[in-house]
DNA sequence: AGGGTCATGTAACGCGTTACATGATTAC
DNA sequence: GTAATCATGTAACGCGTTACATGACCCT
Protein backbone atom coordinates (compact mmCIF):
# COMPACT_ATOMS: atom_id res chain seq x y z
CA UNK A 1 0.00 0.00 0.00
CA UNK A 2 0.89 3.51 -0.44
CA UNK A 3 0.55 6.44 2.52
CA UNK A 4 -1.92 7.45 1.39
CA UNK A 5 -3.92 3.82 1.13
CA UNK A 6 -3.08 3.25 4.68
CA UNK A 7 -4.54 6.81 5.72
CA UNK A 8 -7.81 5.62 4.28
CA UNK A 9 -7.52 2.48 5.65
CA UNK A 10 -7.24 3.36 9.30
CA UNK A 11 -10.15 5.49 8.44
CA UNK A 12 -12.39 2.54 7.30
CA UNK A 13 -13.41 -0.60 8.91
CA UNK A 14 -9.93 -1.16 10.33
CA UNK A 15 -10.81 1.71 12.32
CA UNK A 16 -12.40 -0.35 14.57
CA UNK A 17 -9.59 -2.04 15.90
CA UNK A 18 -6.59 -0.12 15.00
CA UNK A 19 -6.35 4.32 14.69
CA UNK A 20 -3.64 6.08 13.12
CA UNK A 21 -3.92 9.79 11.90
CA UNK A 22 -2.00 10.79 8.80
CA UNK A 23 -0.11 12.70 10.35
CA UNK A 24 1.89 10.00 11.84
CA UNK A 25 1.64 7.62 8.30
CA UNK A 26 4.16 9.15 6.35
CA UNK A 27 6.80 9.41 8.73
CA UNK A 28 6.00 5.82 9.92
CA UNK A 29 7.15 4.55 6.67
CA UNK A 30 9.95 6.28 6.51
CA UNK A 31 11.14 4.50 9.68
CA UNK A 32 10.06 1.46 9.31
CA UNK A 33 11.98 1.48 5.52
CA UNK A 34 15.01 2.31 6.99
CA UNK A 35 14.85 -0.39 9.55
CA UNK A 36 14.08 -2.72 6.88
CA UNK A 37 11.08 -4.11 7.15
CA UNK A 38 9.25 -2.53 4.41
CA UNK A 39 10.51 -1.40 1.06
CA UNK A 40 8.70 1.41 -1.10
CA UNK A 41 8.36 0.94 -5.13
CA UNK A 42 7.88 4.33 -6.59
CA UNK A 43 5.03 4.72 -9.12
CA UNK A 44 4.37 7.55 -12.00
CA UNK A 45 1.17 8.59 -11.64
CA UNK A 46 1.10 10.97 -14.25
CA UNK A 47 3.94 13.23 -15.51
CA UNK A 48 4.76 15.22 -12.38
CA UNK A 49 2.97 12.87 -9.35
CA UNK A 50 4.37 9.72 -8.34
CA UNK A 51 3.13 7.63 -5.64
CA UNK A 52 5.10 5.26 -3.69
CA UNK A 53 4.11 1.72 -2.67
CA UNK A 54 4.77 0.25 -0.03
CA UNK A 55 5.38 -3.88 0.63
CA UNK A 56 6.55 -5.82 3.49
CA UNK A 57 10.29 -7.27 3.19
CA UNK A 58 10.93 -10.99 3.95
CA UNK A 59 12.41 -9.36 7.51
CA UNK A 60 9.21 -7.28 8.09
CA UNK A 61 7.84 -10.44 7.64
CA UNK A 62 9.83 -12.38 10.08
CA UNK A 63 9.41 -9.54 12.91
CA UNK A 64 5.48 -9.63 12.56
CA UNK A 65 5.79 -13.98 12.65
CA UNK A 66 7.43 -13.15 15.71
CA UNK A 67 5.73 -10.56 17.54
CA UNK A 68 2.24 -12.31 16.69
CA UNK A 69 3.50 -15.65 17.82
CA UNK A 70 4.54 -14.49 21.58
CA UNK A 71 2.12 -13.20 24.35
CA UNK A 72 2.59 -9.40 25.24
CA UNK A 73 2.07 -7.72 28.41
CA UNK A 74 -1.15 -5.62 28.02
CA UNK A 75 -1.16 -1.99 28.09
CA UNK A 76 -1.82 0.09 31.09
CA UNK A 77 -5.51 0.84 31.20
CA UNK A 78 -6.47 4.16 31.38
CA UNK A 79 -10.32 4.21 30.58
CA UNK A 80 -12.39 7.45 30.52
CA UNK A 81 -15.15 6.77 30.81
CA UNK A 82 -14.97 4.21 34.19
CA UNK A 83 -13.64 7.38 35.66
CA UNK A 84 -16.72 9.06 34.51
CA UNK A 85 -18.52 6.12 36.15
CA UNK A 86 -16.89 5.16 38.89
CA UNK A 87 -17.83 9.62 39.80
CA UNK A 88 -21.33 9.08 39.19
CA UNK A 89 -22.58 9.76 42.42
CA UNK A 90 -20.93 13.17 42.31
CA UNK A 91 -22.88 14.33 39.64
CA UNK A 92 -27.35 14.72 39.39
CA UNK A 93 -28.50 11.02 38.44
CA UNK A 94 -29.95 12.48 35.61
CA UNK A 95 -26.76 13.94 34.23
CA UNK A 96 -25.42 10.40 34.59
CA UNK A 97 -28.18 8.90 32.49
CA UNK A 98 -27.44 10.47 29.88
CA UNK A 99 -24.03 10.38 29.87
CA UNK A 100 -24.70 6.43 29.92
CA UNK A 101 -27.56 6.52 26.98
CA UNK A 102 -24.65 8.10 24.17
CA UNK A 103 -22.57 5.26 26.22
CA UNK A 104 -24.79 2.57 25.20
CA UNK A 105 -25.92 4.40 21.94
CA UNK A 106 -22.66 3.96 21.09
CA UNK A 107 -21.83 0.55 21.84
CA UNK A 108 -24.83 -0.75 20.30
CA UNK A 109 -23.24 0.59 16.90
CA UNK A 110 -20.26 -1.08 17.40
CA UNK A 111 -21.46 -4.52 18.18
CA UNK A 112 -23.94 -4.03 14.90
CA UNK A 113 -20.71 -3.06 13.22
CA UNK A 114 -18.51 -5.40 14.50
CA UNK A 115 -21.51 -8.40 13.43
CA UNK A 116 -21.89 -6.90 9.72
CA UNK A 117 -18.05 -7.20 9.43
CA UNK A 118 -18.24 -10.40 10.60
CA UNK A 119 -20.82 -11.53 8.30
CA UNK A 120 -18.60 -9.86 5.66
CA UNK A 121 -15.72 -12.27 6.55
CA UNK A 122 -18.14 -15.38 6.86
CA UNK A 123 -19.34 -14.70 2.93
CA UNK A 124 -15.50 -14.02 2.36
CA UNK A 125 -16.39 -10.52 1.04
CA UNK A 126 -13.81 -7.90 2.02
CA UNK A 127 -10.91 -6.55 -0.09
CA UNK A 128 -8.30 -7.51 2.31
CA UNK A 129 -9.62 -11.03 3.01
CA UNK A 130 -10.14 -11.94 -0.59
CA UNK A 131 -5.89 -10.55 -0.68
CA UNK A 132 -5.25 -12.88 2.21
CA UNK A 133 -7.03 -16.18 0.57
CA UNK A 134 -5.27 -15.67 -2.89
CA UNK A 135 -2.43 -16.58 -1.07
CA UNK A 136 -3.50 -19.69 0.44
CA UNK A 137 -4.46 -22.82 -0.05
CA UNK A 138 -8.05 -23.03 -0.64
CA UNK A 139 -8.76 -26.18 1.77
CA UNK A 140 -7.87 -23.44 4.39
CA UNK A 141 -10.03 -20.81 3.11
CA UNK A 142 -13.32 -21.41 5.31
CA UNK A 143 -11.33 -22.32 8.66
CA UNK A 144 -9.16 -18.38 7.93
CA UNK A 145 -12.42 -16.85 7.45
CA UNK A 146 -13.87 -18.56 10.82
CA UNK A 147 -11.06 -17.27 12.46
CA UNK A 148 -10.82 -13.89 11.03
CA UNK A 149 -15.09 -13.37 11.59
CA UNK A 150 -14.39 -14.66 15.01
CA UNK A 151 -12.32 -11.53 16.20
CA UNK A 152 -15.16 -9.32 15.33
CA UNK A 153 -17.69 -11.80 17.17
CA UNK A 154 -15.85 -11.02 20.12
CA UNK A 155 -15.44 -7.36 19.99
CA UNK A 156 -19.65 -7.61 19.25
CA UNK A 157 -19.81 -9.27 22.33
CA UNK A 158 -18.00 -6.99 24.51
CA UNK A 159 -19.73 -4.05 22.96
CA UNK A 160 -23.10 -6.02 23.94
CA UNK A 161 -21.64 -7.11 27.52
CA UNK A 162 -21.20 -3.23 28.13
CA UNK A 163 -24.61 -1.73 26.65
CA UNK A 164 -25.97 -4.35 29.20
CA UNK A 165 -23.74 -3.48 32.15
CA UNK A 166 -24.87 0.11 31.40
CA UNK A 167 -28.52 -0.31 31.39
CA UNK A 168 -28.20 -2.04 34.32
CA UNK A 169 -26.54 1.08 35.64
CA UNK A 170 -29.32 3.23 34.56
CA UNK A 171 -31.75 1.00 36.67
CA UNK A 172 -29.17 1.83 39.73
CA UNK A 173 -29.06 5.13 38.84
CA UNK A 174 -32.75 5.75 39.20
CA UNK A 175 -33.66 3.34 41.92
CA UNK B 1 -2.54 13.46 48.68
CA UNK B 2 1.03 14.07 48.00
CA UNK B 3 2.64 13.26 44.83
CA UNK B 4 4.13 10.40 47.03
CA UNK B 5 0.78 9.31 47.84
CA UNK B 6 -0.70 9.51 43.94
CA UNK B 7 2.20 7.52 42.38
CA UNK B 8 1.31 4.51 44.97
CA UNK B 9 -2.39 4.88 44.37
CA UNK B 10 -1.97 4.41 40.25
CA UNK B 11 0.46 1.50 41.51
CA UNK B 12 -2.39 -0.16 43.95
CA UNK B 13 -6.20 -1.18 42.73
CA UNK B 14 -6.96 2.22 40.99
CA UNK B 15 -4.12 0.66 38.13
CA UNK B 16 -7.18 -1.45 37.17
CA UNK B 17 -8.64 1.61 35.88
CA UNK B 18 -5.90 4.39 35.08
CA UNK B 19 -2.35 4.00 35.23
CA UNK B 20 0.08 6.59 35.27
CA UNK B 21 3.93 6.62 35.99
CA UNK B 22 5.86 8.40 38.45
CA UNK B 23 7.38 10.31 36.03
CA UNK B 24 4.30 12.24 35.09
CA UNK B 25 3.03 12.70 38.44
CA UNK B 26 5.03 15.82 39.78
CA UNK B 27 5.10 17.46 36.44
CA UNK B 28 0.94 17.06 36.20
CA UNK B 29 0.61 18.41 39.75
CA UNK B 30 3.08 21.69 39.03
CA UNK B 31 0.86 21.95 36.07
CA UNK B 32 -2.45 21.70 37.35
CA UNK B 33 -1.74 23.81 40.33
CA UNK B 34 -0.38 26.58 37.94
CA UNK B 35 -4.14 26.15 36.30
CA UNK B 36 -5.93 26.74 39.55
CA UNK B 37 -7.02 22.96 39.62
CA UNK B 38 -5.55 22.33 42.96
CA UNK B 39 -3.86 23.80 46.24
CA UNK B 40 -0.80 22.50 47.16
CA UNK B 41 0.04 22.37 51.29
CA UNK B 42 3.64 21.80 52.35
CA UNK B 43 4.03 19.41 55.71
CA UNK B 44 7.10 19.17 57.72
CA UNK B 45 8.11 15.40 58.00
CA UNK B 46 11.08 16.30 60.18
CA UNK B 47 13.70 18.68 60.32
CA UNK B 48 14.42 18.97 56.31
CA UNK B 49 11.82 16.96 54.26
CA UNK B 50 9.07 18.66 52.99
CA UNK B 51 6.15 16.71 51.31
CA UNK B 52 3.24 18.45 49.64
CA UNK B 53 -0.19 17.89 49.80
CA UNK B 54 -2.37 18.95 47.58
CA UNK B 55 -6.52 19.06 47.77
CA UNK B 56 -9.09 19.84 45.02
CA UNK B 57 -9.76 23.41 44.74
CA UNK B 58 -13.45 25.02 43.87
CA UNK B 59 -12.09 25.81 40.65
CA UNK B 60 -11.16 21.90 40.14
CA UNK B 61 -14.15 20.56 41.39
CA UNK B 62 -16.46 22.23 38.81
CA UNK B 63 -14.23 21.30 36.32
CA UNK B 64 -14.46 17.81 37.26
CA UNK B 65 -18.53 18.07 37.85
CA UNK B 66 -18.53 19.51 34.44
CA UNK B 67 -16.50 17.22 32.75
CA UNK B 68 -18.63 13.95 34.46
CA UNK B 69 -21.98 15.26 32.86
CA UNK B 70 -21.23 15.34 30.13
CA UNK B 71 -20.97 12.56 27.48
CA UNK B 72 -17.09 12.37 25.49
CA UNK B 73 -16.14 11.16 22.36
CA UNK B 74 -14.63 7.47 22.71
CA UNK B 75 -10.87 7.45 22.26
CA UNK B 76 -9.43 6.01 19.09
CA UNK B 77 -9.70 2.08 19.72
CA UNK B 78 -5.62 0.81 19.38
CA UNK B 79 -5.48 -2.61 20.68
CA UNK B 80 -2.17 -4.77 19.75
CA UNK B 81 -3.79 -8.19 21.09
CA UNK B 82 -6.84 -8.07 18.51
CA UNK B 83 -4.42 -6.98 15.47
CA UNK B 84 -2.65 -10.16 16.66
CA UNK B 85 -5.62 -12.25 17.00
CA UNK B 86 -6.88 -11.55 13.31
CA UNK B 87 -3.29 -12.60 12.34
CA UNK B 88 -3.42 -15.77 13.93
CA UNK B 89 -3.72 -17.34 10.46
CA UNK B 90 -0.51 -16.63 9.81
CA UNK B 91 1.27 -18.62 12.51
CA UNK B 92 1.04 -21.98 13.57
CA UNK B 93 -2.21 -23.20 15.62
CA UNK B 94 0.09 -24.10 18.72
CA UNK B 95 1.55 -20.43 18.89
CA UNK B 96 -1.77 -18.79 18.59
CA UNK B 97 -3.16 -21.25 21.40
CA UNK B 98 -0.65 -20.53 23.48
CA UNK B 99 -1.15 -16.64 22.88
CA UNK B 100 -4.91 -17.49 24.03
CA UNK B 101 -3.67 -19.31 27.17
CA UNK B 102 -2.00 -16.37 28.17
CA UNK B 103 -4.94 -14.08 27.72
CA UNK B 104 -7.42 -16.45 29.61
CA UNK B 105 -5.11 -15.90 32.17
CA UNK B 106 -5.08 -12.86 32.11
CA UNK B 107 -8.42 -11.90 31.88
CA UNK B 108 -9.57 -14.71 34.25
CA UNK B 109 -6.94 -12.62 37.08
CA UNK B 110 -8.10 -8.95 35.96
CA UNK B 111 -12.30 -10.37 36.60
CA UNK B 112 -11.57 -12.12 40.11
CA UNK B 113 -9.60 -9.37 41.16
CA UNK B 114 -12.69 -6.66 39.95
CA UNK B 115 -14.92 -9.40 41.63
CA UNK B 116 -13.09 -8.95 44.92
CA UNK B 117 -13.01 -5.30 44.66
CA UNK B 118 -16.62 -4.82 43.98
CA UNK B 119 -17.56 -7.08 47.42
CA UNK B 120 -15.02 -5.25 49.33
CA UNK B 121 -16.56 -1.75 47.82
CA UNK B 122 -20.36 -3.66 48.71
CA UNK B 123 -18.67 -4.08 52.30
CA UNK B 124 -17.77 -0.52 52.31
CA UNK B 125 -14.48 -1.70 53.27
CA UNK B 126 -11.63 0.32 50.79
CA UNK B 127 -10.70 3.98 52.60
CA UNK B 128 -11.07 5.82 49.44
CA UNK B 129 -15.03 5.33 49.63
CA UNK B 130 -14.99 5.48 53.20
CA UNK B 131 -12.96 9.11 52.93
CA UNK B 132 -16.22 10.01 50.14
CA UNK B 133 -19.24 8.57 52.28
CA UNK B 134 -17.86 10.76 55.54
CA UNK B 135 -19.25 13.37 53.26
CA UNK B 136 -22.34 12.39 52.17
CA UNK B 137 -25.65 11.75 54.14
CA UNK B 138 -25.69 8.20 55.26
CA UNK B 139 -28.90 7.51 53.64
CA UNK B 140 -26.93 7.71 50.53
CA UNK B 141 -24.18 5.27 51.36
CA UNK B 142 -26.19 2.27 50.56
CA UNK B 143 -26.71 3.41 46.73
CA UNK B 144 -23.02 5.35 46.35
CA UNK B 145 -21.43 1.69 47.42
CA UNK B 146 -24.02 0.10 45.11
CA UNK B 147 -23.27 2.57 41.98
CA UNK B 148 -19.33 1.89 42.62
CA UNK B 149 -19.58 -1.67 42.69
CA UNK B 150 -21.32 -2.02 39.65
CA UNK B 151 -18.50 -0.27 37.61
CA UNK B 152 -16.15 -3.47 38.51
CA UNK B 153 -19.15 -5.43 37.73
CA UNK B 154 -18.88 -4.44 34.40
CA UNK B 155 -15.30 -5.01 34.29
CA UNK B 156 -15.13 -7.93 35.92
CA UNK B 157 -18.24 -9.21 33.15
CA UNK B 158 -15.74 -7.86 30.16
CA UNK B 159 -13.19 -9.74 31.26
CA UNK B 160 -15.19 -12.82 31.88
CA UNK B 161 -16.71 -12.06 28.07
CA UNK B 162 -13.45 -12.21 26.76
CA UNK B 163 -12.22 -14.91 28.56
CA UNK B 164 -14.99 -16.90 26.97
CA UNK B 165 -14.47 -15.37 23.89
CA UNK B 166 -10.71 -16.39 23.51
CA UNK B 167 -11.42 -20.17 24.37
CA UNK B 168 -13.64 -20.03 21.60
CA UNK B 169 -11.11 -19.08 19.57
CA UNK B 170 -8.80 -21.95 20.49
CA UNK B 171 -11.66 -24.20 19.77
CA UNK B 172 -11.34 -23.08 15.94
CA UNK B 173 -8.03 -22.95 16.29
CA UNK B 174 -7.68 -26.51 17.07
CA UNK B 175 -10.26 -27.94 14.70
C1' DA C 1 -13.01 26.89 -14.39
C1' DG C 2 -13.93 24.51 -10.29
C1' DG C 3 -14.46 20.98 -7.01
C1' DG C 4 -13.18 16.50 -5.55
C1' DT C 5 -9.82 13.19 -4.94
C1' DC C 6 -4.94 11.72 -4.98
C1' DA C 7 -0.68 12.24 -2.79
C1' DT C 8 2.68 13.83 0.54
C1' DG C 9 4.41 16.27 3.77
C1' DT C 10 5.67 19.78 8.41
C1' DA C 11 5.06 22.02 13.12
C1' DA C 12 3.74 22.45 17.80
C1' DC C 13 2.63 20.48 21.88
C1' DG C 14 1.49 17.34 25.30
C1' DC C 15 1.27 12.44 26.85
C1' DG C 16 3.59 8.08 28.14
C1' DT C 17 7.59 5.13 29.09
C1' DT C 18 12.00 3.90 30.66
C1' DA C 19 15.73 5.07 33.00
C1' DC C 20 18.49 7.80 35.91
C1' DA C 21 19.17 10.49 40.18
C1' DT C 22 19.15 12.19 45.08
C1' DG C 23 18.43 12.70 49.75
C1' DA C 24 15.63 12.23 54.36
C1' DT C 25 13.38 9.50 57.72
C1' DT C 26 11.98 5.36 60.12
C1' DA C 27 12.20 0.70 61.87
C1' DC C 28 14.89 -3.04 63.17
C1' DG D 1 24.37 0.72 60.87
C1' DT D 2 21.65 -0.45 57.25
C1' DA D 3 17.71 -1.50 54.70
C1' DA D 4 13.14 -0.17 53.57
C1' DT D 5 10.23 3.45 52.85
C1' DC D 6 9.21 8.34 52.14
C1' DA D 7 9.59 12.03 49.02
C1' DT D 8 10.75 14.50 44.86
C1' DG D 9 12.58 15.29 40.90
C1' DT D 10 15.14 15.19 35.55
C1' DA D 11 16.30 13.45 30.72
C1' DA D 12 15.64 11.23 26.42
C1' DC D 13 12.78 9.60 23.11
C1' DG D 14 8.91 8.21 20.64
C1' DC D 15 3.78 8.24 20.12
C1' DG D 16 -0.56 10.75 19.21
C1' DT D 17 -3.36 14.79 18.04
C1' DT D 18 -4.57 18.95 15.86
C1' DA D 19 -3.61 22.01 12.62
C1' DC D 20 -1.35 23.83 8.79
C1' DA D 21 0.44 23.37 4.04
C1' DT D 22 1.16 22.25 -0.96
C1' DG D 23 0.49 20.68 -5.34
C1' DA D 24 -1.10 17.24 -9.14
C1' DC D 25 -4.62 14.95 -11.50
C1' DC D 26 -9.50 13.96 -13.02
C1' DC D 27 -14.18 14.78 -14.10
C1' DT D 28 -17.83 17.72 -15.45
Same sequence: chains 1, 2.
Avoid at 107 to 120: G, L, M, N, S, T
Avoid at 138 to 160: C, W
Amino acid sequence: MSGYDLVRFFDGSTGWIWAAPQSQIYPMLRRMEQAGLIAGDEEARGPRLTRTVYSVTEKGHAELASWLGVAHDAAPPRDPFMVQALNFDMIPAAEAVAVLDAFIAEQDKAAAEAEAHRDRLLRKDTALLKERLSRRDPEEHDRIARLKAHVFDGIAAVARAKAEWAREGQRLLES
